[in-house]
């Protein structure tokens, strides 16, 4: 079993940045993917970004795409999503999740774990 727990959302206005942060427990935490999904009001969950359990792959959503970074600190069990350059689309609340296997994917069925979520609103 894994416990996530996320961190760091909140309100900025468009433009700014946000951290956020996912401390993980249960598991060796360095031996599956982790990853960050969203999901608006009256939305789907849709995904964000994931890194590998080597950190050597990273992959992200095109909405993000060169604005959002995926990172993980295995030894303090913790992933982060830097948002940089946030738009007022980007408001939602933000799941961090870990997955059974090395990589991930960009599903919501390819995650086995989830966090409570972290709400980010954007304003205009």
């Known amino acids: 079993q894994v416990q996530l727990v996320e961190s760091g959302g909140g309100l900025v206005q468009a433009g700014g940045s946000l951290r956020l942060s996912c401390a993980a427990s249960g598991r060796t935490f360095s031996s599956y993917a982790m990853g960050w999904f969203r999901q608006a009001p009256g939305k789907e969950r849709e995904f964000v970004a994931r890194?590998?359990?080597?950190?050597?792959?990273?992959f992200y959503a095109d909405s993000v795409k060169g604005r959002f970074t995926i990172s993980r600190d295995n030894a303090k069990n913790t992933v982060y999503l830097q948002m940089n350059s946030l738009k007022p689309e980007d408001t939602a609340v933000y799941y961090c999740?870990?997955?059974?296997?090395?990589?991930?994917?960009?599903?919501?069925?390819?995650?086995?774990?989830w966090g409570q979520g972290t709400q980010v609103t954007v304003s205009s």
């Open positions: 999740a870990a997955a059974t296997n090395l990589y991930g994917g960009n599903r919501y069925g390819d995650w086995a774990y």
């Open positions: 890194v590998t359990w080597s950190t050597i792959r990273t």
